[in-house]
Nanobody
Framework: QVQLVEFGGGLVQAGGSLRLSCAAS????????MGWFRQAPGKEREFVAG????????YDADSVKGRFTISRDNAKNTVYLQMNSLKPEDTAVYYC??????????????????WGQGTQVTVSS
C-alpha cells in the first residue's frame, strides 16, 4: 500500500506560479514511479508529468512543456510539480499518482496503482 497526500493548491493569477507537493508513505519511495494528473470540470483526467523512480527520466505533456517541472526528493518521500506561467486553462484538480513497476513513464491513468485525494488549482484571468 502507498498513501499519497497532495499540498500546495490554491488560487493564482494568470502568469503566476505554484508548487504542488505530494508526500508518500507506506512503501520505499525510491522504488516508485510517480506522476501528476489533472481533471478539469467536465473533462477526463489527463496526464501532466511523470518521473521514474530514480528520477533519471521525466516526461511532460505538450500542454505544460516548458512551464511545469516535475521533481522528487527521495530522502523526503516527496514529489513536486513546479508550475510557472500558469494559464486559466490550467485550472483543475491536480492528483499525484504512484505506479509500481519498471522504470518507464506511463501516461495512461489506468496504469497507476495509487492516487492522492487531489488539490484544487484555480488560475484567474
Amino acid at each position: 500500500q502507498v498513501q499519497l497526500v497532495e499540498f500546495g493548491g490554491g488560487l493564482v493569477q494568470a502568469g503566476g506560479s505554484l508548487r504542488l507537493s505530494c508526500a508518500a508513505s507506506g512503501r520505499t519511495f525510491s522504488s516508485i514511479n510517480m506522476g501528476w494528473f489533472r481533471q478539469a470540470p467536465g473533462k477526463e483526467r489527463e496526464f501532466v508529468a511523470g518521473m521514474t523512480w530514480s528520477g533519471a527520466s521525466t516526461y511532460d505533456a505538450d500542454s505544460v512543456k516548458g512551464r511545469f517541472t516535475i521533481s522528487r526528493d527521495n530522502a523526503k518521500n516527496t514529489v513536486y510539480l513546479q508550475m510557472n506561467s500558469l494559464k486559466p486553462e490550467d485550472t483543475a484538480v491536480y492528483y499525484c499518482a504512484a505506479r509500481i513497476g519498471g522504470p518507464i513513464i506511463v501516461t495512461i491513468r489506468g496504469a497507476y496503482d495509487y492516487w492522492g485525494q487531489g488539490t484544487q488549482v484555480t488560475v484567474s484571468s
